[in-house]
């Protein structure tokens, strides 16, 4: 039985075992407001208490999964007051992501960008289309990486190829990301059909022993998860003062290059 529930930012159609999430701004690139943050969030929440969904599928509508935190809306000029709250959403989001009792996949097409990237690493496997490009690109504004980051490259690279990552801060191509671990699969021919075959493989197996593998392992490293975003929440909002960020939001809408001077 197929059922869809639908608000504007977020959208969830259920088929079977499988619950398909799908971020809803397409006309941004699924750029994440606090809205759709909060819609997320929700969503998870209720497909968490479902004992109908095994597996959650997450996806953005349109041209890309997504580009990464809404600057408009990010990036304002919001005081600590302002911004804390925020930050307070991205990482409710990303626990709550990262610790649902399901298995969760990303299928990302098109640019998974800074947040956008973040999020599809809170999931237990990325698999990316051929033209899709990856980007940890936080630097480029003279920002930190958020949306634990930190916690999810440093587990799946080890800590100086994830500094090395986020130092470089470039677009990578999905074979690139593929073969130092950041993702799991590219699909070879059409997205939806790899991820149909993936989700028939798993939904052939021991489901329940796979989720409570995922659980034992979630709460032993929720601590640190927890212990980083909260680091990541203060560490950005020092980054925000900086006048290399004031530089790097001025260039990104001029659409020049950066004048960074370590300020």
């Known amino acids: ?50 004992d109908d969904v095994d597996i959650v599928v997450l996806t953005g509508k349109g041209r890309a999964f997504s580009s990464g935190g809404d600057i408009k809306t990010m990036l304002a000029n919001m005081d600590e007051k302002q911004f804390f709250p925020v930050m307070d959403c991205i990482s409710e989001l990303i626990v709550t992501l990262y610790s649902i009792p399901k298995l969760t996949i990303s299928a990302v097409t098109g640019a998974a960008a800074g947040l956008g990237f973040s999020l599809a690493l809170a999931t237990d496997y990325i698999i990316a289309d051929k033209n899709s490009k990856l980007a940890m690109n936080f630097i480029g504004i003279g920002l930190i990486p958020d949306g634990g980051a930190h916690f999810f490259l440093e587990k799946r690279l080890g800590e100086t190829k994830a500094k090395q990552i986020i130092w470089d801060g470039k677009m990578m ?24 075959n993936l989700t028939s493989d798993w939904l052939s197996r021991p489901v329940q022993a796979m989720i409570k593998t995922k659980k034992i392992l979630a709460e032993k490293n929720r601590p640190q998860l927890l212990k980083i975003l909260e680091l990541e929440k203060h560490g950005q909002q020092k980054m925000r003062e900086t006048r290399d960020h004031q530089e790097g939001i001025q260039a990104f809408i001029e659409k020049r290059k950066p004048v960074f001077t370590g300020k």
Do not use: C, Y
């Not at 701004?25 to 699924?30: H, I």
């Not at 809205?35 to 479902?50: A, F, T, W």
């Not at 690139?176 to 021919?189: F, K, R, T, V, Y």
């Open 1 to 50: 039985m197929s059922i869809h529930f639908v608000t504007d930012k977020v959208n969830v159609k259920e088929d079977g075992r499988v619950a398909t999430v799908e971020l809803n701004r397409p006309e941004s690139l699924n750029a994440m407001d606090v809205e759709m943050i909060k819609g997320l969030v929700s969503r998870l929440k209720e497909i968490g208490d479902s």
């Open 173 to 196: 191509k999905p074979e690139e990301a593929l073969s130092i671990g950041l993702i799991q699969e590219i699909a070879e021919g059409n997205l939806d059909e790899a991820v149909h």
